[in-house]
């Protein structure tokens, strides 16, 4: 089946997606070796192309190396120590300063969640295109991860994104169907 989207800097068809959304799984276990710049920056600029209210893009992002640290979020995410194993931990925050300015309370409280959702499974569904596995972590205690690396008090965690090899292979989860989720108002 030919995609009906096109690349809009060179009009070629897009591939198909969807076999990326089915293959994607959360990883929670990694092999123990360093991923490269190049493969990390990759992973940064697909979160960068994430849509955003008003183009307001109000993330900031952490990327933790250090293991003392790395601990510490393993500790804040409820005691989830395969986030410690990570060779690499991103932070993604909301900047509510950023939100705020272009939306009020709605940008801080909502339109910024969106926001960084958008920018999260843009980097997983990247890191999966490259071989590597991530695990979109939300259990944690904020202020625990705010002290871990000194945040100022405009930035708020709302994702922790351990990222390395796989070093595990899970299977597909059960999904809704789709005629339970879908009302058709015509």
């Not at 944690?140 to 595990?168: N, Q, S, T, W």
Request: aromatic content about 8%; overall charge neutral; glycine content about 6%.
């Amino acid at each position: 089946m030919e995609s009906l989207g096109s690349n809009l800097i060179d009009e070629q068809p897009i591939p198909d997606l969807l076999p990326y959304l089915r293959g994607r799984r959360s990883i929670r276990k990694f092999k123990p070796m360093p991923l490269p710049q190049e493969i990390i920056d990759k992973i940064v600029e697909a979160g960068t192309w994430a849509p955003s209210a008003g183009n307001v893009q109000p993330w900031y992002l952490y990327l933790v190396l250090n293991l003392e640290v790395k601990k510490k979020l393993a500790q804040a995410a409820l005691e989830q120590h395969f986030v410690a194993r990570a060779p690499l931990v991103i932070v993604v925050c909301a900047d509510s300063s950023r939100a705020r300015s272009s939306y009020g309370m709605r940008g801080e409280t909502l339109y910024s969640i969106q926001d960084t959702a958008s920018l999260v499974q843009n980097m997983l569904l990247e890191a999966f295109s490259l071989g590597i596995g991530g695990c979109w972590v939300g259990a944690f205690r904020e202020e625990e991860v705010k002290e871990a690396l000194d945040m100022p008090h405009h930035l708020r965690p709302v994702a922790i994104l351990p990222f390395g090899y796989p070093d595990e292979k899970p299977g597909p989860r059960p999904r809704r169907e789709i005629r339970e989720i879908v009302k058709v108002v015509a």
